[in-house]
């Protein structure tokens, strides 16, 4: 009975699963798509955590197949989620530069695609950096406790705006939208500035660097320009889909220059997983910003930071 104990503990099953099987190689992929999922959109890294828990744990790197597709079914959970907002901004974004040649606010496609701009620069750049120094964990710690307590700094600062009711709503008329695919296109021009969106992106560009988290640092420098919770947060997944793409294309192309084998079961369990579990992650964090704040996140951080310091 000792035997069997020992053999189902959780260190012998996260070392069995570390083999080269077809059933391990799936198994990995349900685990690492829930940890995609789950990480991708809460601000807490989702790079920085799939890098600690391979590392950790002991498996082989997952390879660019499965990269390609937890990203993409992160990708396709935001474009499920946001499928009403994003045909509105689509349609609004034609009848939104006719306004804008007339003196009118720039409709919101066209600033989500200008906070696109500097983190495709910074990833063409530093793609090599990152790869290979941004996976020390020591980094990772470090990001994490350092972005965390900007994290915290900006969320007081939300709610200090919002207790003045002086915090900035750029998205309320989409928020506030109904769930129709008609509507006022012209309406979908966020407020936002030249200055927000270039913010927002040197935001992404930075979160590039594991352990920073790309939906923690738009939120926080959403807050820092005094927007309310919700409207950082939907800016944060809404400038993550062009980003998506463009990451989509560009893993795609790097694999077909490549001879890697591609275990297309392995992948479908990565995407799905990490579609459903990514889906579920919006809708209740955008649910919980309503009411509260970003301080269990910060707290979170900044113990996984000091544990990694400690261990690393």
């Given at each position: 009975m000792t035997t069997i104990i020992l053999q189902l503990s959780p260190a012998t099953l996260v070392g069995d699963l570390a083999g080269s099987g077809p059933l391990a190689e799936a198994l990995r992929a349900l685990v690492l798509g829930v940890v995609q999922g789950l990480t991708e959109f809460l601000p807490i890294s989702s790079s920085g955590h799939l890098i600690l828990f391979s590392k950790f744990a002991g498996w082989p790197d997952q390879g660019l197949a499965f990269d390609?597709?937890?990203?993409?079914?992160?990708?396709?959970?935001?474009?499920?989620y946001f499928r009403r907002d994003l045909l509105k901004i689509v349609r609004g974004g034609a009848a939104g530069l006719k306004a804008t040649s007339s003196g009118g606010e720039l409709p919101l496609l066209l600033w989500l695609l200008i906070a696109t701009v500097p983190?495709?620069?910074a990833g063409?750049?530093?793609a090599d950096w990152v790869a290979e120094e941004g996976r020390n964990p020591r980094l990772i710690a470090i990001t994490s406790i350092m972005f965390g307590i900007l994290l915290w700094i900006a969320d007081r600062k939300a709610k200090h705006a919002d207790s003045l009711e002086g915090a900035r709503s750029p998205l309320r008329a989409l928020s506030e939208?109904?769930?129709?695919?008609?509507?006022?296109?012209?309406?979908?021009?966020?407020?936002?500035?030249?200055?927000?969106?270039?913010?927002?992106?040197?935001a992404q560009a930075i979160a590039l660097v594991p352990g920073t988290s790309r939906s923690g640092a738009v939120m926080t420098a959403g807050l820092f320009r005094s927007f309310d919770r919700t409207s950082a947060a939907r800016l944060a997944f809404l400038?993550?889909?062009?980003?998506?793409?463009?990451?989509?294309?560009?893993?795609?192309?790097?694999?077909?220059?490549?001879?890697?084998?591609?275990?297309w079961g392995a992948m479908g369990i990565g995407f799905v997983s990490a579609a459903v579990c990514g889906y579920l992650v919006i809708a209740l964090l955008l649910e919980w910003l309503k009411h509260r704040g970003l301080g269990p996140f910060v707290l979170y951080r900044i113990a996984l930071g000091v544990a990694l310091l400690i261990l690393a």
């Open positions: 390609i597709a937890a990203n993409t079914g992160t990708l396709a959970a935001l474009v499920l983190v495709a620069a063409l750049l530093a939208s109904g769930d129709d695919d008609g509507g006022d296109e012209a309406s979908f021009r966020a407020r936002l500035s030249l200055k927000d969106a270039v913010a927002m992106g040197i400038m993550a889909i062009p980003v998506g793409i463009l990451v989509a294309a560009k893993n795609a192309i790097d694999l077909l220059a490549t001879s890697e084998s591609v275990a």
